[in-house]
């Protein structure tokens, strides 16, 4: 009898072993891209509680920087309002401050008037070169410093766009959110920013690929294998419109009011603070590879992959062993670069 019970819970063990590791998986649309979260060895019921806290949350922090919501806090600034701001748009306005200074002014959050006026999701031409000049220089960033005041406002003319900074902001939120709630492993997805908490469950890194910019969504230049850290992707590839084959991505360069036209096609940032790696993955694209890799240098706290348009994927050294490229498939060309 003895022997046949452990017979049986040898069995159970062998078939608990073969059994699919259970995974909570949902997906959503939130701050103008589909978001997706993994989240291993969470049954239904916690897992479906945690999705839905983090949407809330997501979408909560939607609620105060959209700029196309019209009661969102930016919104309300836009439109000339003097308002006590919540805690959280206070501390993201200040911190565009000093990353638009720490990035010489590459990262902007006042293009706003001039991200309008270009509309690249929906304009299938150029604005007007005199309209642009008209909305040069972008106001300076150093205000924002100030956002926590009571009773803060924009100076006339200035106007924000935190669409390239918001998404890592909401990314920590969640990153801290999750912790908080005890998960130890989970992927966040934000369109181009991927999250990554803990290992997988058996302790290998996560992996996360890093696109091909003439490719189709799922071709990739390599994997990225991260642990606790973030990955933010930004590129010509993800909003733009050609005319006369010139292609005008969504990425602003504030010096001209134009579409960054430089070397680099595609950038990824790894960095554990995804509000840096956000606004940074936007401010490396501007500064094209030289500029990108002078403030990778001077400013240090982050590692990048960039892709060129003359077929290189630049390595900066610290991902060296966490890089696995496969772009030599597709004519490209791996250099690492170091601190030189
Ligand atoms: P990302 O996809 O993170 O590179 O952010 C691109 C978005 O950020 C654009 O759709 C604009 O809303 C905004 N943006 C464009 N150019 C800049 C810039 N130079 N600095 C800051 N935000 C920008
Ligand atoms: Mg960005």
């Not at 009571?150 to 920590?172: H, N, R, V, W």
């Not at 290998?204 to 230049?221: F, N, Y």
Request: net charge negative.
């Amino acid at each position: 009898m003895r022997r046949m019970c452990v017979l049986a819970g040898c069995l159970l063990l062998l078939l608990a072993g073969c059994a699919p590791q259970t995974e909570y998986t949902h997906t959503f649309f939130a701050m103008d891209t589909v978001c997706s979260l993994r989240l291993p060895q969470k049954g239904e019921q916690e897992g479906e509680e945690l999705a839905q806290a983090v949407q809330q949350l997501v979408a909560q922090l939607e609620g105060l920087w959209s700029k196309t919501l019209p009661d969102s806090e930016v919104s309300r600034l836009n439109a000339g309002e003097s308002l006590t701001l919540e805690g959280r748009t206070a501390e993201l306005l200040a911190r565009s401050a000093e990353l638009c200074t720490q990035t010489g002014g590459a990262f902007s959050p006042l293009l706003g008037r001039l991200t309008a006026l270009w509309d690249v999701q929906n304009a299938v031409r150029p604005p007007q070169q005199e309209q642009i000049e008209a909305l040069l220089p972008v106001p300076d960033a150093d205000l924002l410093q100030n956002a926590a005041q009571p009773g803060f406002s924009l100076p006339e003319g200035a106007c924000l766009d935190l669409g390239g900074i918001a998404k890592g902001a909401a990314g920590d939120a969640v990153a801290q959110l999750l912790r908080a709630e005890g998960v130890q492993s989970a992927l966040v997805v934000m369109g181009g920013q991927v999250g990554c908490l803990g290992t997988k469950p058996d302790g290998r890194p996560w992996q996360v690929a890093v696109r091909d910019p003439d490719g189709e969504q799922g071709e990739s230049l390599g994997t990225l294998l991260l642990q606790d850290t973030f990955a933010v992707s930004s590129g010509d590839y993800e909003r733009y419109f050609e005319q006369d084959g010139v292609r005008y991505s969504h990425i602003l360069d504030p010096q001209t009011g134009s579409p960054a036209q430089t070397d680099l096609r595609g950038v990824t940032v790894v960095c554990e603070d995804a509000t840096k790696a956000d606004a940074l993955s936007t401010a490396l694209f501007v500064l094209g590879s030289e500029g990108a890799l002078e403030l990778w240098r001077s400013l240090g706290g982050f590692e990048a992959v960039l892709v060129t348009a003359d077929g290189r994927l630049l390595l900066t050294e610290g991902l060296e062993e966490t890089f696995v490229f496969s772009g030599q498939e597709r004519g490209i060309v791996l250099e690492t670069v170091d601190q030189g």
